[in-house]
């Protein structure tokens, strides 16, 4: 059975949405291959989305309420559009990301392949005065779901960073 952090910071919880919620959200996007997929599968895809959720960890802003809580949200000191966002929930962007990744995990997508680093492939080699170019390597994880880094960006800290403060002068 999945667990589901409402924003109490539990310690067990495994997923920001509920099969319920991305049953609904999906279905008013009309994304049926969701609809067919059995319940346990999306659950399955569900936690896969949260795991790989916490690739982000670094780039949250503010900071996990409690040390013990399982996943990344609830946070406190967070502020998007100039509102502070409570400390007590799991923000609706959050929660349709989750189910915007579980809808790709459950299509078959690996959220966490392993990188292909590249070959070294020499695209280019001159002898004098010597030169080699090589081809560039275009697999960037950080870069790989962009439509999720957009609707999650307003929660990122300024510099990317969990640590990171977005101060405004007057």
């Given at each position: ?48 989305a ?12 503010g ?15 967070v ?49 004098g ?42």
């Amino acid at each position: 059975m999945i667990i589901i952090e409402t924003g109490a910071g539990l310690a067990d919880a495994d997923s920001y949405a509920s099969v319920a919620a991305a049953d609904a959200r999906c279905a008013s996007l009309g994304l049926t291959a969701w609809a067919a997929l059995a319940e346990a599968s999306k659950e399955i895809a569900l936690r896969k989305a949260v795991q790989f959720m916490a690739s982000y960890r670094t780039r949250w802003a503010g900071r996990r309420v409690y040390q013990h809580q399982a996943l990344d949200w609830p946070r406190y000191n967070v502020v998007v559009d100039s509102f502070i966002v409570p400390s007590i929930i799991v923000p609706v962007d959050v929660v349709n990301a989750c189910i915007d990744l579980a809808v790709r995990a459950g299509n078959g997508e690996d959220l966490l392949p392993d990188l292909d680093t590249g070959s070294n492939a020499i695209k280019k080699d001159k002898t004098g005065p010597l030169e080699t170019e090589y081809f560039q390597n275009t697999t960037d994880a950080r870069e790989r779901f962009v439509a999720v880094d957009a609707l999650l960006a307003p929660y990122f800290g300024a510099a990317g960073g969990g640590n990171s403060m977005k101060v405004t002068r007057a």
